[in-house]
């Protein structure tokens, strides 16, 4: 049974910074384009990052640029998202995806992706 497992989310002050970890059981990551998506209460889901396989390429959208940073360790099964100057509008429920591309180097928030955590909270706040 394939499950993604996020964890690593919590409270923290604006500016604080956090790493989440998605690990996987299942499946073998190093095959897998990883998504990490967020969606705040109110809000449509948002693709924040995502990384092809080998780390080839990259995707960070506009309001993380500069901030989060998407990286792999197949060795461990895991995917990780640090994010550093954490500000209030990062609230949300984040959660990683997987999507099996066949060995294609390809990023991108709007790719169909099969697998999907369950999620965990991000709460910047003073």
């Known amino acids: 049974q394939v499950q993604l497992v996020e964890s690593g989310g919590g409270l923290v002050q604006p500016g604080g910074s956090l790493r989440l970890s998605c690990a996987a059981s299942?499946?073998?990551?190093?095959?897998?384009?990883i998504g990490w998506f967020r969606q705040a209460p109110g809000k449509e889901r948002e693709g924040v990052s995502c990384?092809?396989?080998?780390?080839?390429?990259?995707y960070y959208a506009d309001s993380g640029k500069g901030r989060f940073t998407i990286s792999r360790d197949n060795t461990k099964n895991t995917v990780y998202l640090q994010m550093n100057s954490l500000k209030p509008e990062d609230t949300a429920v984040y959660y990683c995806?997987?999507?099996?591309?066949?060995?294609?180097?390809?990023?991108?928030?709007?790719?169909?992706?099969?697998?999907w955590g369950q999620g965990t909270q991000v709460t910047v706040s003073s």
């Open positions: 299942g499946l073998t990551l190093d095959y897998y384009t």
């Open positions: 995806a997987a999507v099996n591309l066949w060995g294609q180097s390809r990023c991108r928030p709007d790719l169909i992706y099969d697998h």
């Open positions: 990384v092809s396989v080998k780390a080839s390429n990259t």
